[in-house]
């Protein structure tokens, strides 16, 4: 993963995240009728946007904290030191 550089002020805040919307060339913004094409597209219309509170409350889950857990351990398992450097 990159990481990404903004250049703004303020503070930032995760408010949540989009879950749906409506796609269309930019050109044909202002026509009454458009095809979808899924590879191209902006933004347009109303989006369904998930609550960022309603996601911490699924991420935080005893389940899924416990898997979190156990997928944590089998990497660190996986990664253990060898005998190789030894001096």
């Known amino acids: 993963m990159g990481r990404v550089m903004i250049h703004a002020g303020g503070v930032f805040k995760l408010l949540g995240m989009i879950k749906g919307h409506w796609d269309v060339e930019e050109s044909k913004i202002n026509q009454a009728y458009f095809s979808h094409d899924p590879k191209r597209g902006v933004n347009l219309g109303i989006a369904q946007v998930v609550p960022i509170k309603k996601i911490i409350e699924i991420i935080n889950r005893s389940e899924l904290i416990k898997d979190r857990e156990e997928a944590e351990q089998r990497y660190f398992s ?6 190789d450097l030894k001096v």
Do not use: G, L
């Open 78 to 83: 996986s990664r253990q030191s060898s005998d």
